[in-house]
């Protein structure tokens, strides 16, 4: 059993600021990557960030050059900043951890959501 806990979100106005952090622990026998997604009304969920365990990132094309992904140095909990934020952010934004149980089976688990409203 693998818990993500997330933390953050909450209502900004548009150019604001947010920061998120998720937590993954449990039963996990090497972390392979860490990210965000997020799924807006009546779309589906999409890649935000992620970060791998060797440091490498990959972004939405929305989102680069505003957010950034990272991590601790324990490399079990992952950030979010999220700087000049648009009302096309407004979403409920969910994190992901992939981990090997065990020397080869890869899982993943999500974290519960959290709802980011971009609004004057």
């Known amino acids: 059993q693998v818990q993500v806990v997330e933390s953050g979100g909450g209502l900004v106005q548009p150019g604001g600021s947010l920061r998120f952090s998720c937590a993954a622990s449990?039963?996990?026998?090497?972390?392979?990557?860490m990210g965000w997604y997020r799924q807006a009304p009546g779309k589906q969920r999409e890649l935000v960030a992620r970060?791998?365990?060797?440091?490498?990132?990959k972004y939405a094309d929305s989102v680069k050059g505003r957010f950034t992904i990272s991590r601790d140095i324990a490399r079990t909990t992952v950030y979010l900043q999220m700087n000049s934020l648009k009302p096309e952010d407004t979403a409920v934004y969910y994190c992901?951890?992939?981990?090997?149980?065990?020397?080869?089976?890869?899982?993943?688990?999500w974290g519960q959501g959290t709802q980011v409203t971009v609004s004057s």
């Open positions: 992901n951890a992939e981990y090997y149980k065990d020397s080869y089976s890869l899982e993943d688990s």
């Open positions: 970060i791998t365990s060797c440091g490498i990132t």
């Open positions: 449990g039963n996990i026998f090497s972390l392979n990557a």
